[in-house]
């Protein structure tokens, strides 16, 4: 059994929800279906997720919402249109909509995320609908109904060890099930989403919980690619990766997955497939536990930017007990977090995003490290991207470091800062922002260029 997920552009029209249709029936094993909501249409589009929230919005604050309600309900309006669906269903939509509007707004985190997860909801509907009137035996499922139950963290849902158990009985469910993704209920029985890309942990969690062959996740291209296609052309495809590497490549700046979204597939040692809705024959990229294959030390090269870094030496740093806590407690207590922490004999940088410190915020953080820990020296430099070469191969390969540095040297590219990660899977440079793309251009050369020349 296999459980399928698609994306919002996979489903942002009539005329792909048949590709979709067409790709489900050609494969029997395709039994449950995890759908978003629709996606753009084309670049200046609005996803129907984003109209949702400013719905919601408008709402609360009291201000006119009929237009954006409109706006929504003629999306799938269209989609039902070109699907030959009756009106009814359009109807449904709408009602659905405006119930939702004028519930409770008391608690406005639930409030919004009942009225963004309808286009989930609906669109699970109006394709469940679509399935019916092919011929096929399916049906909408209601992730209440099947026991998706989360709780909230840092205001994003996280799947409960018993909703596994719950979903475990959707294999034996009769048809094809079409299951909404990007939320679940609380044991209240409320909405509660998952953080955007939502669709792909939901489909994850099915995967887990069904105890699935195989995960599929259809977007809208043919595979995983080592570098950004917008940064390097034509860059090379990635048939096979683990869940390690990929989980640091969606970090790193990878958008094709969130960086959580495949947790629950990786707990239970399912592969995912990376498939194209719009040419389902493509190969795609397969994420496994473990590749024998590992085609040179370097699998894939991300980059991600607005970062800054707090960087501060003392002389026999590494003789005082505390002094990393220290300084961590000190961001503690200004609310901020920190993504990586280089360190040498005598200093220590510390990573975090920029959009995080103020320059009010920024006066003060050094302000207290010059009080509490009395460095000799401590600086923040702002406006940083940071680039990550992952690959599972680096960890018996020697040489990467140097092959990587004397790339960047010779592309002209000052490396600010260099750390690798204690898995040896991955290795991070600091540059400037305005560096940034000829920084990957010269690692994607060096390492992948080169060898298919």
Known sequence: MKVVKFGGSSLASGEQVKKVFDIVVSDADRKIVVVSAPGKRFADDRKVTDLLIELGDRQLKGLQTAEILAAVVLRYAQIAKELRLPGEIVSSIKDHLLQLLHKDSSNKARYIDAIKASGEDCNARLIAAYFQSRGVQAAYVDPKAAGLLVEETNGTALVLKEAYTNLRSLSEWPGILIFPGFFGYNEAGEVVTFSRSGSDITGSILANGTGAALYENFTDVDAVYS?????????????????????????AGFSVFHDEALIPAFEAGIPVQIKNTNNPAAPGTRIVNERKNTNGPVIGIASDDDFCSIYVNKYLMNKEIGFGRKLLSILEDFGLTYEHSPSGIDDLSIILRQKQMTPDTEKQIIARIEADLLPDEVKVEHNLSLIMMVGEGMRHNIGTAARASKALADAGVNIEMINQGSSEVSMMFGVKETQEKRAVQALYEEFFARVLA
């Open 227 to 251: 570098v950004n296609p917008t940064t390097v052309p034509n860059p090379k495809e990635i048939r096979e990766l683990t869940y390690r590497e990929m989980r640091e490549l969606s970090y």
